[in-house]
């Protein structure tokens, strides 16, 4: 198996994201899920937008954001996903590859524009998502390139693109492509709204051993295990996957894998502004240590450092020199 | 003379601020002047833009954050400016009407796009700005509401827009219309390179008695007055405008009005995160207390506690609740 080009190549929705304050009482009035993450349709994005107050905008999407977390410590990155040719497309271009990451999925001409998020943010940190798809859910299986697939050590997945038909059956081949290769399949299950819709996909996935690294948080475990309680869905998916990450929010979080169990605390933060993008970063500290073979406790705290520090400020991509703070927070054993 | 129906209405830029944080070697390496504002073209844009980090994108444009700050302050807006049928004036009209303020200029079909301002953001907070004028040099006098003009007590403009030829028409019709009602003119210098453009302009609106309230910084007002003293300026212009507001950044500002002069220093600030919008906020906060009457004391406190807000995080749009803050910092006998 040839040395790996990239540690990591991730297929994933190219979104900006659209974000603005607000207080609970408009989420009530807007009828909108506290918390969740909800797909909406042109109509209901202009409602929720003339809704919404000054706002900004910042390039997202889970993988995406994942990715630029691991490009900030130093990852080899490379993404796959569809933007439409407009200014919003040109935004999500530019921000990915000023981040390092190589990006050259073309832009999608015509209807429908490039993918948004319109982000409600409580005063309380909590971010509540309604994800306009557009151009994203188009991701033609043609745009992947087999080559550079075979050329990653990890192949990463987002959930939330398993949701419409095109991208699914590139995500499908695309983990062809990768086992062929030998190479690992990470996966985040993204919301539970998507495995009730999925699940049997995903419990094939998993009982088929297409997948080698999951994350869930604690909602998803439950979705995709149908059991009640955090220890009882860990327990039952440990044997499954070689690596699980479940992550809890506030209360830290657990890996399993090779018979080992490692449970963290979350890392403390001043003052939590904006949960958005919390589980991709996580994620990002995770894979940064696996990739290098640290020890699972390291991975953990690495995934912990990196969701501190995107909770403490507005946007789901890093703000502050992550290598440095991991480096500094972590005991690492590793350098760079 | 009517009750007015707007407290200001305003004629600017409309921009879409797209910034990123970036050190002084990428300023050297790139040539650009830092603190300065610079007008870019299509390719000199795209340079920078490349050159350019993972970016924020936030609604800017000197007058409209001015209007922003005057609006979150409780008073009666309405701005002029003009944007093109794309995304991003689709972003800079939801920010401000979001804001609550009155916004009805057409949006411009075809090219060019929308305006947008590269900042670029040193480690000190210093901002480095490259605009990209587009549809807003293309602001047509057919655009003016001429009775909207005469029923807002302060018309406000801004110099950088006195530059490209259409909107200059625009505005001196609008001052014509203002004068004509009764009303005030407020005029900010915007940056010395304009007034290197176009001071004998300003020099001649001042003479004629058209300028009510002026805004200049310390090297706008050397670029006005030939002086190379700030108090030489001050003294040179004070007989000149009924009211002259003239700041310094950290060392404050000086207000001339009525034969009274009042010195303020600037609000302190934790951290100085990026000062762009400083000067237009300034200009909100003191506006704010000038409609009301306010003793000039208390209209340059108002716009120190503005301008401290701003620049204590990115953005030119306020993210604090401004009136809560003014209320708290300015022992204001003005409630609301």
Known sequence: MPQPRYDVIAIGNAIVDVMAPCDDALLEELELRKGGMTLVDTARARTLYDAMGPAREISGGSAANTLAGLAALGLECAFIGQVADDQLGEVFAHDIRAAGIDFDTPARAGDPPTARCLIFVTPDGERTM???????????????DEDTIASAAILYLEGYLWDPEEPRRAMRRAIEVARGAGRQV?????????????????????????????????????????????EDGVASLAGQVPVLVATRSARGAVA??????????????????????????????????????????ECLRRGAVCAAEIISHYGARPEADLARLVAERTDSLLQG
């Open 130 to 144: 309604n994800t306009f798809l557009g151009a994203s859910q188009f991701l033609p299986p043609a745009a992947l």
């Open 256 to 297: 399993v894998a090779g018979g080992e169990r490692v449970d963290i605390a979350a890392e403390p933060v001043d003052r939590v502004v904006d949960t958005t993008g919390a589980g991709d970063l996580f994620a990002a500290g995770f894979l940064s240590g696996h990739v290098s073979g640290a020890p699972l406790r």
């Open 186 to 230: 990470a996966f985040t299950a993204s919301e539970s709204f998507v495995i009730e819709r999925h699940g049997d996909d995903f419990r094939a996935l998993i009982a088929d051993g297409l997948i080698d690294i999951l994350f869930v948080n604690e909602s998803e475990l439950a979705s995709l295990t149908g059991k009640a309680s955090f």
